[in-house]
């Protein structure tokens, strides 16, 4: 079944808790699962967080509080050598290798080295303006997610990114706003962005993913808009892709009670299994935008709809009346909705009982 219609990310993310062998065994259930993409992240923890930023409470839940989150993202580090490896693996194994860089030397060493295709901004630095700025500079597509956003911070977001794309001017506030409005700018951001609506909450409760705020950013954008999901379970994500996300993406983990920080909000191999095939089915069966009977409606019709028929035997000249006109299947003649007319008539010919009323 294709999957045109929306494109499904599995975000092994930090999932892999600094075993390569693990993050192998991620593309693995990903590509198995028939995942479009699977998705990483790059980062060197010294150019990420100071030695005393907390963590988030989520991460005191499932990682304790010994440790600081530097201390917590070291040991989530990958090197570039098994990157390259988990790049090359993902290629033996048909499916997309995508990873959200964190700072200058994580975009170069991706779309240098690694080559590809596109680039993640993650929630927490949609308001990173230099980040931004070189991830657009690369040229690159680029999905940005809005966790944590209003839509003003969206669009100053976009606004560098589009002079990223553009490369007029130098950067600043008010050369961000007019490559934002300008029309190169506008078309540069409609070829190559789509934006994420996200609830940036492990694992995020129901009462505060607000869907219908997809709604809301694709007619203020004007944009491709998709949905990164942090809910426990698959509904919320087959919900999306029911509204129209042209993207999924989803934690996913060999196991929910592994330690780490993403591990409880992510899917196991049979529900991320199940997650590709429902939001399959869903792009089947959305169509277009059009009410119109199919094909195999219009000869169902005949069958299952009525028409007008003589309900005893009658003669010509007779006039019309409910003593004898039936409304039976089949629905192959003149429709019910011309009853009144037929009343008002008299038979053109004879009929027997049962015979079309024409």
Not at 229 to 252: N, P, S
Not at 332 to 344: G, L
Request: contains cysteine.
């Amino acid at each position: 079944m294709s999957n045109d219609y929306c494109q499904i990310i599995a975000e092994a993310g930090v999932n892999h808790n600094g075993s390569v062998k693990r993050a192998f065994e991620l593309v693995d259930m990903a590509a198995d699962a028939g995942a479009d993409v699977v998705k990483f992240q790059t980062f060197r923890t010294d150019l990420l967080a100071t030695g005393s930023a907390p963590k988030a409470n989520y991460q005191v839940r499932q990682t304790g509080a010994e440790k600081s989150q530097a201390d917590m993202l070291r040991e989530l580090e990958l090197t570039e050598e098994e990157f390259e490896a988990l790049a090359a693996h993902c290629v033996k194994r048909d499916i997309e290798f995508m990873s959200t860089p964190f700072d200058d030397q994580s975009i170069s060493f991706l779309t240098d080295r690694l080559k590809v295709q596109r680039l993640k901004v993650s929630s927490g630095d949609v308001t990173n303006g230099p980040l931004l700025l070189s991830m657009a500079q690369t040229g690159l597509p680029i999905i940005l997610s809005s966790g944590m956003s209003t839509l003003g911070e969206l669009d100053k977001a976009l606004g560098v990114l589009a002079f990223g794309y553009i490369g007029e001017g130098k950067p600043g506030h008010e050369a961000f706003a007019n490559a934002r409005q300008s029309s190169k700018g506008q078309q540069a951001l409609l070829g190559k962005v789509t934006l994420l609506h996200c609830t940036s909450a492990y694992p995020a409760a129901l009462e505060d993913i607000n869907l219908r705020a997809m709604d809301t950013i694709e007619a203020h954008f004007g944009l491709p808009i998709g949905y990164s999901d942090h809910t426990q379970g698959i509904t919320v994500a087959i919900a999306a892709a029911a509204r129209g996300a042209t993207m999924i993406e989803k934690h996913i983990t060999l196991d929910k009670s592994l330690a780490g920080p993403d591990h409880a909000a992510s899917l196991e191999p049979d529900e991320l299994y199940a997650l590709v095939r429902s939001v399959h089915e869903v792009g089947a069966c959305l169509g277009c935008s059009e009410k119109q009977p199919t094909t195999g409606e219009l000869n169902m019709a005949k069958i299952a709809r009525r028409s007008l028929h003589a309900a005893c035997d009658i003669s010509a000249g007779d006039a019309f009346g409910p003593e004898n006109i039936a409304i039976r299947r089949p629905g192959t003649s003149r429709s019910p909705m011309d009853y009144w007319e037929v009343i008002k008539e008299k038979a053109c010919r004879n009929y027997k009982a049962e015979d079309e009323i024409d």
